[in-house]
């Protein structure tokens, strides 16, 4: 097995299969397997021997060359994903699915709060004259490759060109469809002042790839301050992160709970279901003035249920923290699972209702839309 650098563009030397053609490796492995969704990993002799991007010692969620979450079940296996593949439930997306909202944010805000969903996991949040963006992805898709992979379905709701001068970026892990290259080298080139934000080893992935902002990793459980005023902080979330085949869970992926004048703001990210991971927000920062929780990429719930949220448990979540208003999230942009585009909206719009729960409070938001407060 060959030692090269990995055609998977994740910035990382692994042990590729050098005479696999990248089509034939895509028919092989599926793309989904890193994709974010896939759940599975090869394995090679040097991934097992330590981490590609983080050195460090042992944890209680990292085992000297993977991250963990404490009781995390196991990955799935090839067959698994083969099963979900081959099962056929599917749903077609339209070709495009576009949102009735475009936004011009302004250029920063002394007080209050403002959220803008630019498409599915990608937030600007705009709050003591901090300009932040979350997992920003402009690219038309989200994958390694430029020729296929989930196409998003609707444009960025606010153009690159009207974004604000940004002065963070907070990055929750390395799957596609959070850590976009061809994105953050376009801020690094017009916004040179950003300072990005990422869980463990997702430092070693940028310079790799040569992003040349200040970069700062942090572990679940540690703060930075972005200001003299905001504060994020790092939580555990339960998922997993890969950018090639053999990298799996050796960068660390997280939450955000940013503390702001205008009160807290949780960032969910990517997780599945795990009760004390969300009444722990509450208890250590109090409840949060808004949530970002994902709603989408959940079908079929025997292999999505463990790395993703349904909008059932996307409101248990919002019960447990406490959040007074709540954004959805992660939903309608990009096809990674088997659910129809709309769904998650329907769902979610089903599941309050049941619960009493006004629906102002938890809004299933498309690109463009805007909260403030
Ligand atoms: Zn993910
Ligand atoms: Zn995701």
Request: glycine residues 10%.
């Amino acid at each position: 097995m060959a030692v090269s650098t990995c055609p998977l563009r994740c910035g990382a030397k692994h042990s590729i299969l050098s005479a696999m053609k990248r089509r034939t490796l895509l028919k092989t492995l599926g793309i989904p397997t890193i994709l974010g969704v896939g759940g599975v990993f090869a394995y090679s002799r040097r991934a097992n021997a330590r981490s590609f991007y983080y050195e460090g010692p042992p944890s209680d969620h990292f085992d000297g060359v993977r991250f963990f979450l404490p009781g995390q079940t196991r990955d799935k296996t090839q067959a698994e994903l083969w099963s979900w593949r081959m099962a056929g439930g599917k749903q077609v997306w339209p070709a495009s699915f576009a949102s009735p909202f475009q936004d011009r944010p302004p250029g920063g805000l002394r007080n209050g709060l403002r959220v803008t969903l630019i498409g599915h996991a990608s937030f600007l949040i705009q709050a003591a004259g901090q300009n932040i963006l979350v997992d920003p992805v402009y690219s038309e898709r989200a994958s390694p490759f430029a020729f296929a992979g989930p196409k998003r379905v609707n444009a960025p709701g606010i153009a690159f060109s009207n974004l604000p001068r940004i002065d963070h970026i907070l990055i929750t892990h390395n799957h596609y469809d959070h850590m976009d290259m061809a994105t953050l080298r376009r801020l690094a080139a017009e916004h040179p002042g950003a300072k990005i934000l990422v869980p463990l080893g997702n430092d070693a992935i940028l310079a790799a790839a040569g992003i040349t902002l200040s970069i700062a990793a942090r572990d679940w459980g540690e703060a930075q301050p972005l200001s003299t005023d905001i504060t994020a902080h790092l939580v555990p979330a339960k998922h997993w992160s890969a950018r090639g085949l053999f990298d799996r869970r050796h960068a660390l992926w997280c939450g955000f709970v940013l503390e702001t004048p205008a009160g807290i703001v949780h960032i969910c990210g990517d997780t599945g279901y795990h009760q004390p991971l969300f009444t722990s927000i509450r208890e250590k920062f109090g409840a949060p003035r808004l949530s970002l929780i994902p709603i989408g990429a959940y079908e079929p719930r025997w292999f999505m249920r463990d790395q993703h949220v349904d909008p059932q448990d996307a409101v248990n979540i919002l019960l447990d923290c406490g959040a007074k208003a709540a954004i959805g999230c992660h939903w309608g942009t990009f096809q990674l699972t088997d659910e129809a585009a709309e769904s998650p909206a329907e769902e979610l719009a089903g599941e309050l209702v049941k619960r009493g729960i006004g629906a102002d409070r938890f809004v299933a938001f498309r690109p463009g839309q805007v909260w403030e407060g």
